[in-house]
């Protein structure tokens, strides 16, 4: 039967609630992983010990540095030739830096000043303390006079007001003295793209340490890190010297751990997988209650043809019979007879469904009396004997209980009925049926077996299951509602016995069996 509009639109809506609740559960597990996560910084120290032997190594660097700066300037100032003064230009352009030479006789009087451009600004004029400044807009460089004297050092640096020059002096003689003017610019440039290079080799170890440190003059940063980390310096070294001034800078590093609290995450895991799985179930039984419902819907219209079937039939032999009664006596009989099983077939359908909605309501209830097992079987086997006849099928009937026993008369009926019910409409290709009974040690036993196209193992599970009729293209087209032997093992049950499918190389086999003690053992002792 196809499903109906609303059986589909109730699908989808309980697929689309499993989906939401699924959706939910992963949001769910989700946020509680998120929760139970911790993470965790731990603080590397810089290493100290390599941090001191790089600025040991720099600062040796720089000490070497000043040491040839100052050498080459001494060299230029005793290279100092006032009667040559473009040898002497080309002297102090070849020393980084040097952008004015003054030369002084030791008595102050001036006999050289060269001046070469500068970056930004010309140097300023020199004096000698004491004498008269040649007129400048330019604040001159005053040379105390002291310096003059043989006292004093022979060479040596001038404390310079202004921070872009620097000033050194030496007198190369008793009748000279030399001044140079050294742009600090220029000078740090030349300097820095020196220990640029000298950085290449020396700052290799603590790149390849991966500590966080910079060297930086005051021209931008020389080596490290460009752009320092949020966390508080570790360390700060400067390092001066008469070429410039540097600061190494240095930052812990940090690392970072993710931790889940086990709590958190058991947690969360459960706490999603009981909403998950209690939409799995919540969609399963949505699933079966829609399920059930169209079995219902679909049982119903297989119980009114199953009703309506019958009563036609007997309509039509009914007429048929009347038309027989006066002209053909025995036809208009065998009609009659035919309107009998159709009454019969009918009164088993009602019987069963009855049965069923009593079983639904919780009200069906079985009553025990005597009587003769073989008996009742027969009288059945009566009832169906005419119509399996006429479907071909040779009837091969073994009593074995004729012993007055104490049971439910009605429901062996019932379930006697639908087992050879069950055989005549699936069954009756194999031609051939065997009832058997058996009374042993107060249990009954019924025996109903075929040569039918059998029960696959696969079906073999769902046969006794309400609304279930096993697809076959053999016994296709049979008509039925559903509930014959769901009803007969349920009755069976109730009676403290059970129905089962038996093994069998051909057809099916059905055995009840049910306890029945001998009705005279049964009696009152007063009654004996």
Same mark, same amino acid.
């Not at 169906?384 to 119509?387: G, R, S």
């Given at each position: 039967?196809r499903?109906?509009?609303?059986?589909s639109?109730s699908?989808r809506?309980?697929?689309?609630?499993?989906?939401?609740?699924l959706?939910?559960a992963s949001?769910l597990?989700l946020?509680?992983?998120?929760?139970?996560r911790r993470?965790?910084?731990?603080?590397?120290?810089?290493?100290?010990?390599?941090?001191?032997e790089?600025? $040991?190594?720099f600062?040796?660097e720089?000490?070497?540095l000043a040491?040839?700066?100052?050498?080459?300037l001494?060299t230029?100032?005793?290279?100092?030739?006032?009667n /040559?003064? $473009?040898?002497?230009k080309?002297?102090?352009?070849r020393?980084a830096g040097?952008?004015a030479?003054?030369?002084f006789?030791?008595?102050?009087?001036a006999?050289?000043?060269?001046?070469?451009?500068?970056?930004h600004?010309s140097?300023?004029?020199?004096?000698?303390?004491?004498?008269?400044a040649?007129?400048?807009?330019?604040k001159?460089l005053?040379v105390?006079?002291?310096?003059?004297?043989?006292q004093?050092p022979?060479? &040596?640096?001038?404390?310079?007001l202004?921070?872009?020059?620097?000033?050194y002096?030496?007198?190369?003689?008793?009748?000279?003295?030399?001044v140079l003017?050294i742009?600090?610019?220029?000078?740090?440039?030349?300097?820095?793209t020196?220990?640029?290079?000298?950085?290449n080799q020396?700052f290799a170890?603590?790149?390849?340490s991966?500590?966080?440190?910079?060297?930086?003059?005051?021209?931008g940063v020389?080596a490290?890190?460009?752009?320092p980390?949020?966390?508080?310096?570790?360390?700060t070294?400067p390092?001066?010297?008469?070429?410039?001034s540097?600061e190494?800078?240095?930052?812990d590093?940090?690392?970072s751990?993710?931790?889940?609290?086990p709590? &958190?995450?058991?947690t969360?895991?459960c706490a999603g997988t009981?909403?998950?799985?209690l939409?799995l179930?919540?969609?399963?039984?949505?699933r079966r209650?829609?399920r059930?419902?169209?079995?219902r819907?679909?049982?119903?219209?297989?119980v009114?043809?199953?009703?309506g079937?019958?009563?036609?039939?007997?309509?039509?032999?009914?007429?048929?019979?009347d038309d027989?009664l006066?002209?053909?006596p $025995?036809r /208009?009989?065998?009609?009659l007879l035919?309107v009998?099983?159709?009454?019969q077939?009918?009164?088993?359908i009602v019987?069963n469904?009855?049965?069923?909605?009593?079983?639904?309501? &919780?009200?069906l209830?079985?009553?025990?009396n005597p009587c003769?097992?073989?008996?009742?079987?027969s009288?059945?086997?009566?009832q169906?004997?005419?119509?399996l006849?006429?479907?071909?099928m040779q009837i091969?009937?073994?009593?074995?209980?004729?012993?007055?026993?104490?049971?439910?008369?009605d429901?062996?009926?019932?379930?006697?009925g639908n087992?050879?019910s069950?055989?005549?409409?699936?069954?009756?290709? &194999?031609k051939?049926l065997?009832?058997?009974?058996?009374?042993k040690n107060?249990?009954f036993s019924?025996?109903?077996?075929?040569r039918?196209?059998?029960?696959?193992e696969?079906d073999?599970?769902r046969?006794?299951?309400?609304?279930e009729?096993?697809g076959?293209h053999?016994?296709?087209? /049979?008509?039925g509602?559903g509930?014959?032997?769901?009803? /007969?093992?349920?009755?069976a049950?109730?009676?403290?016995?059970?129905?089962?499918l038996?093994?069998? $190389?051909?057809g099916?086999?059905?055995e009840?069996?049910?306890?029945a003690?001998?009705a005279?053992l049964?009696l009152?002792?007063?009654?004996?």
């Open positions: 039967m499903p109906s509009r609303h059986h639109s699908l809506t309980a697929r689309f609630t499993l989906g939401l609740m959706l939910a949001l597990t946020g509680g992983v998120r929760l139970a993470e965790r910084i731990e603080r590397l120290p810089a290493d100290r010990v390599r941090l001191q790089f600025t $040991d190594a600062q040796g720089l000490e070497r040491s040839l700066y100052q050498e080459h001494s230029l100032a005793v290279a100092a030739n006032p /040559a003064v $473009d040898q002497t080309s002297q102090c352009a020393v040097v952008r030479m003054h030369v006789r030791t008595t102050g009087a006999e050289l000043a060269v001046s070469l451009p500068g970056l600004r140097p300023p004029p020199v004096s000698i303390e004491g004498a008269n040649s007129p400048s807009f330019a001159p005053v105390p006079a002291s310096l003059f004297s043989g004093s022979k060479h &040596g640096w001038l404390k310079s202004d921070p872009h020059w620097k000033v002096w030496q007198r190369v003689s008793r009748e000279r003295f030399v003017l742009e600090s610019e220029r000078l740090r440039q030349t300097v820095d020196h220990l640029k290079s000298w950085l020396a170890p603590i790149r390849e991966g500590e966080l440190v910079r060297l930086r003059s005051n021209s020389l490290g890190i460009s752009t980390p949020q966390s508080p310096m570790a360390l070294t390092l001066r010297n008469l070429l410039g540097w190494l800078s240095a930052w590093r940090t690392q751990h993710i931790e889940y609290s709590a &958190g995450l058991t969360a895991f009981l909403l998950a799985l939409g179930l919540l969609f399963r039984q949505q209650a829609l059930l419902a169209e079995e819907v679909s049982f119903v219209n297989r009114s043809h199953e009703l079937a019958p009563l036609t039939n007997s309509l039509l032999n009914l007429s048929l019979a027989f006066n002209l053909d $025995d /208009a009989r065998s009609r035919l009998s099983e159709e009454m077939r009918l009164a088993r019987s469904v009855l049965t069923f909605s009593k079983t639904e309501r &919780g009200t209830s079985l009553a025990e003769v097992p073989d008996a009742v079987v009288e059945v086997l009566a169906f004997e005419p119509a006849r006429r479907r071909g091969e009937w073994l009593p074995g209980s004729a012993t007055t026993v104490v049971l439910c008369v429901a062996l009926v019932q379930i006697t087992l050879l069950n055989a005549e409409k699936y069954a009756h290709s &194999g051939w065997q009832i058997q009974t058996e009374w107060a249990m019924l025996r109903i077996s075929d039918g196209p059998g029960i696959s696969r073999q599970a046969i006794f299951e309400p609304f009729r096993v076959s053999v016994h296709e087209g /049979a008509s509602t509930l014959g032997l769901a009803i /007969a093992r349920d009755l049950g109730r009676m403290g016995g059970s129905l089962k038996l093994p069998s $190389d051909s099916a086999s059905f009840l069996r049910i306890p003690h001998s005279i049964s009152p002792p007063h009654s004996l």
